[in-house]
């Protein structure tokens, strides 16, 4: 279910007075969108060959404050301009939004009009291509999960975040009547996204009080960055335009559960058939299939930055609440980083639990699948199958503690400096040391209450 406007379908929609806006929009580091509202009269007329934005937009931090330090963007270059070049096969409606269309786009270097470097839509693209002259096409599908609360974004401006309140009281995953309580919000979830040309499956309660999760078909690597990208917005505009909010933080709240984004991966030939699939091997994986997810066994440390990229992306790895903690992979269990599902079937696939849902999706589908190449290209044996309860199993290897080690891993990660470029890399690792630094310097609630009396 592709994008539903072209050009021509726009105009006709203009003419009749359904479109009167287009979105023109691009993936920032931390995976929002950003870009400008066009009149569709001129977006018509010319403004779907591309406009432009200030280069600042891939070097700043989630409060917009520029950072320095980076090579791509800075003071000392004066802060320049991008050129946005629309992708018209991203072009669709926005049924939430009254009169609104979208279009994603390419960020473009303003003097040779490459595509720049370090944007998460690049990166992705250029991993799908390196799959593609391999002769495969990379196939994923990523769950989006998150909080859903009865107030606004608005109060808490007013009365602070001690006022939170969950749209449900209690665990409500898969709980029927519970989420009816919801409807008004998910329903239009639901129906926005079909609207929109996103295939949406489902929305379902998940593992605590007020936890939601948003399914839709898998497809091709960037259509589901794409895809994804644009649910989250959806979700977030849906939701304040009732007065209520939502929080894709990975750990909002210490005693409850996190929130994820599994990525699930698959690779298929150009004539469209499963290459993780062999009817004859024990699980139904075919070796390629296991060269794939050795090799990202064997960068799992090093891809984590791509996957958690916040210091509060980590308080989500917790024993017992469904977030997995060992780099491991095992068959359909949820205590492993690195879960097959499908076993035995045409649908075989590896789900990688690891993301949590503030991950931006492009860098996390591109580091996993440089990752899984790069194990294709070695040819490297997977390790041996771990059972059981990874959680309390000793000896397996760890996922990264903490934004700092992580950082660290991948600075130094040979997988992806030659995937990526140095560039790449630096221009990331540099992104967590500034996360790093910021929490660092903030005194935080949790000190005050600790030590404000007793220290």
């Excluded at 939701?239 to 750990?251: D, E, P, Y």
């Amino acid at each position: 279910m592709p994008a539903n406007l072209t050009l021509e379908s726009l105009q006709a929609a203009f003419d009749t007075g359904e479109i009167d806006t287009v979105l023109v929009v691009a993936p920032d580091m931390q995976g929002r969108l950003f870009g400008k509202r066009f009149h569709a009269a001129f977006f018509l007329d010319g403004g779907h060959r591309e406009t432009h934005c200030c280069n600042y937009l891939l070097a700043l931090d989630m409060e917009m404050q520029t950072v320095p330090g980076y090579r791509s963007a800075g003071w000392s270059q004066g802060y320049g301009d991008y050129v946005m070049k629309p992708d018209l096969s991203t072009l669709r409606r926005l049924p939430w939004l009254p009169g609104t269309a979208m279009v994603m786009c390419d960020l473009l270097d303003h003097h040779t009009h490459e595509e720049v470097a370090v944007s998460p839509r690049a990166i992705l693209k250029r991993q799908v291509a390196r799959a593609r002259e391999m002769g495969f096409k990379p196939m994923m599908a990523t769950e989006l999960e998150f909080y859903l609360f009865d107030n606004s974004y608005e109060s808490f401006r007013d009365q602070g975040f001690g006022t939170l309140t969950l749209i449900s009281a209690y665990n409500e995953d898969y709980h029927i009547f519970q989420t009816t309580k919801e409807e008004d919000v998910m329903r239009t979830i639901r129906n926005g996204l079909y609207g929109a040309g996103i295939p949406v499956e489902n929305t379902k309660g998940e593992a605590d009080s007020g936890q939601a999760e948003v399914n839709y078909r898998y497809s091709d690597a960037l259509d589901t960055a794409d895809n994804h990208t644009i649910i989250k917005q959806a979700v977030k505009e849906i939701a304040w335009a009732r007065g209520k909010s939502v929080t894709f933080m990975a750990k909002y709240d210490t005693a409850k559960a996190g929130s994820a984004a599994h990525v699930h991966q698959s690779l298929w030939t150009p004539e469209g058939k499963p290459a993780f699939h062999d009817p004859g091997d024990e699980h139904g994986m075919s070796a390629l299939m296991k060269h794939f997810v050795a090799g990202q066994l064997a960068a799992a440390e090093e891809m984590t930055v791509f996957l958690a990229p916040y210091v509060n992306s980590y308080k989500r790895f917790t024993e017992g609440l469904f977030a997995p903690t060992k780099a491991v992979w095992s068959i359909d269990n949820r205590t492993a980083g690195f879960r097959i599902c499908g076993e035995g079937t045409k649908a075989v696939r590896v789900e990688c639990r690891i993301p949590g849902s503030d991950a931006n999706p492009y860098l996390a589908c591109a580091a996993l699948l440089a990752a899984g190449l790069n194990g294709i290209e070695r040819k490297l044996d997977l390790p041996a199958e771990m059972k059981g309860d990874m959680y309390h199993t000793e000896g397996l290897r760890e996922i990264p503690r903490n934004l700092r080690d992580a950082a660290a891993l991948l600075n130094v990660s040979e997988t992806y400096r030659r995937a990526f470029g140095d560039e790449v890399v630096e221009h990331y690792h540099h992104a967590a040391q500034w996360e790093i630094s910021e929490t660092d310097r903030v005194v935080t609630d949790f000190e005050l209450q600790r030590l404000f009396e007793r220290s």
